[in-house]
């Protein structure tokens, strides 16, 4: 069934294009938005983003989808107030980027309210200013079901996505956190490693590089706060890829002497890239 | 004096583009072009790319301006080729990404007439087909002038450049080579190893992966034969700048234990990033 009223509880770039998006989805829902700051919440009610926005959690109480958009290490104290006061029936999901540790604290919380999501969908730019209505469109959506979910907590989150147009996979929440640490924690922290290193080996060299360093480092223009409770959140899983990485590039270095072999590398890297322009994905 | 005939050496990207490029930055002049191969050849003179084109260098021999646009490796032979056939008052620039090897090799055949140039634009697709008239407004174009260089030749590339919309810079061939290491080629080489990493480790995760994974390895697609050529030519300095990532993602696997440290670390990177978002070389 499809929600009447949406609630959501953080209104940075995820929230606020959530927002946006099931205004369009969702033409007849009523769109409720919590914000921790009051100018937000009343930026929000200004520009239409939400039809009601407070700082008070109790704004959400009558909604039945509730999707929480904050830092997930703020996510455990808003689902103790939402419980008590949502709907048996309402579900609850959110956008953390790390789900072993998120499910684990809103389990016992939120009961089979609760599934945890992660749109994979986003942007170097934070905050309700870089909010887009197509952020989610296309987009892989990973759940993270696990026992405790209710059926109508399963099919209405899994609704909810593919209405906003993303393609939704189910994974264990400890093997959505081992695959994000490769495709996303990883990718995020080496491009950090290359613009922190041309800074202090070759500020100079920043101001030549060309369209290859920007798109390899875009993302390292993310919120550091945000980022570091991500990546020390999935610690374990990116250690295990951040030293595979290194043992890999020590072997690249071997490489540089045998043009055969570096070539062979290059080759499968560029087949490897090339089946994402290529597949579903784009 | 502006170049009356222009000659470009190689049909790929980057030759493909000059030659768009020139014929709108000077209408009056006519652009002759050499390719391996014949079809290549063929479609330039019938899609208008070049108003001569063959796979015999002589009809390269009435330019006053060359640009070598061909892997580095065949640079050599073209260049001897074109000696005794050129005006003593043309001038030879070349596009390759490492300019010491080129810079040696061709400034004892061309002399004065010669100056290398890197032009700091590029796409991960190669070929005619991938050519586009704007691929250089906007770019950095460093040139490595040596000693050997004519005040003519010098001033010649530098006005070539900035017609087709390129802020130029100058270094030595050395310096041009350590910076590139650092600006492009490490950051193509780690773009490959994250691909090529994802594929073994964890194939299923590819396909899950967002906008961040697709920016950060978007350059692994580029041509493995070319960048294999690249890497090993400036292996010196790949290899400084290679095991300085390897010693800082080190480093940071130790700060994943502390949030704070992290954090710092994250907030120089965007800092540095924001530079180039913010700066004149966006």
Same mark, same amino acid.
């Given at each position: 069934?499809?929600? @009447?009223?949406?609630?959501?509880?953080?209104?940075? #770039? +995820?929230?606020?294009?959530?927002?946006?998006?099931?205004?369009?989805?969702?033409?007849?829902?009523?769109?409720?938005?919590?914000? @921790? @700051?009051?100018?937000?919440?009343?930026? !929000? #009610?200004? /520009?239409?983003?939400?039809?009601?926005?407070?700082?008070? *959690?109790?704004?959400?109480?009558?909604?039945?989808?509730?999707?929480?958009?904050?830092?997930?290490?703020?996510?455990?104290?808003?689902?103790?107030?939402?419980?008590?006061?949502?709907?048996?029936?309402?579900?609850?999901?959110?956008?953390?980027?790390?789900?072993?540790?998120?499910?684990?604290? #809103?389990?016992?919380? *939120?009961?089979?309210?609760?599934?945890?999501?992660?749109?994979?969908?986003?942007?170097?730019?934070?905050?309700?200013?870089?909010?887009?209505?197509?952020?989610?469109?296309?987009?892989?959506?990973?759940?993270?079901?696990? /026992?405790?979910?209710?059926?109508?907590?399963?099919?209405?989150?899994?609704?909810?996505?593919?209405?906003?147009?993303?393609?939704?996979?189910?994974?264990?929440? $400890?093997?959505?956190?081992?695959?994000?640490?490769?495709?996303?924690?990883?990718?995020?922290?080496?491009?950090?490693? *290359?613009? $922190?290193?041309?800074?202090?080996?070759?500020?100079?060299?920043?101001?030549?590089?060309?369209?290859?360093?920007? &798109?390899?480092?875009?993302?390292?223009?993310?919120?550091?706060?945000?980022?570091?409770?991500? +990546?020390?959140?999935?610690?374990?899983?990116?250690?295990?890829?951040?030293?595979?990485?290194?043992?890999? +590039?020590? !072997?690249?270095?071997?490489?540089?002497?045998?043009?055969?072999?570096?070539?062979?590398?290059?080759?499968?890297?560029?087949?490897?890239? &090339?089946?994402?322009?290529?597949?579903?994905?784009?």
């Amino acid at each position: 069934m499809e929600p @009447r009223t949406v609630g959501i509880a953080g209104l940075g #770039l +995820l929230g606020g294009s959530l927002a946006l998006a099931c205004r369009t989805a969702y033409p007849n829902a009523k769109i409720r938005a919590w914000a @921790r @700051r009051e100018a937000t919440a009343e930026r !929000a #009610l200004a /520009e239409g983003v939400a039809h009601f926005a407070s700082t008070d *959690l109790a704004t959400l109480a009558p909604c039945d989808a509730v999707i929480l958009c904050t830092p997930i290490g703020a996510m455990p104290a808003i689902a103790e107030s939402l419980a008590p006061i949502l709907a048996p029936t309402a579900w609850v999901t959110d956008v953390g980027s790390v789900k072993a540790p998120v499910v684990a604290a #809103l389990d016992p919380i *939120l009961g089979g309210r609760f599934l945890g999501s992660h749109p994979m969908a986003g942007s170097d730019e934070a905050g309700l200013d870089a909010a887009r209505e197509h952020l989610f469109r296309g987009a892989t959506c990973i759940l993270t079901p696990t /026992e405790t979910a209710a059926p109508s907590t399963r099919s209405g989150v899994r609704a909810f996505w593919e209405k906003l147009g993303c393609r939704v996979r189910e994974l264990t929440p $400890d093997a959505h956190d081992r695959a994000v640490a490769w495709i996303s924690h990883l990718p995020h922290t080496v491009a950090a490693a *290359l613009v $922190d290193l041309v800074c202090s080996h070759h500020p100079d060299a920043l101001h030549c590089s060309g369209p290859g360093f920007r &798109d390899t480092t875009r993302v390292a223009s993310g919120p550091p706060e945000m980022w570091a409770e991500i +990546l020390q959140e999935n610690r374990e899983a990116m250690r295990e890829s951040l030293n595979a990485l290194i043992h890999h +590039l020590r !072997a690249i270095d071997a490489l540089l002497d045998d043009r055969a072999a570096l070539a062979a590398f290059l080759a499968r890297a560029r087949d490897g890239r &090339d089946a994402l322009k290529t597949g579903t994905d784009r």
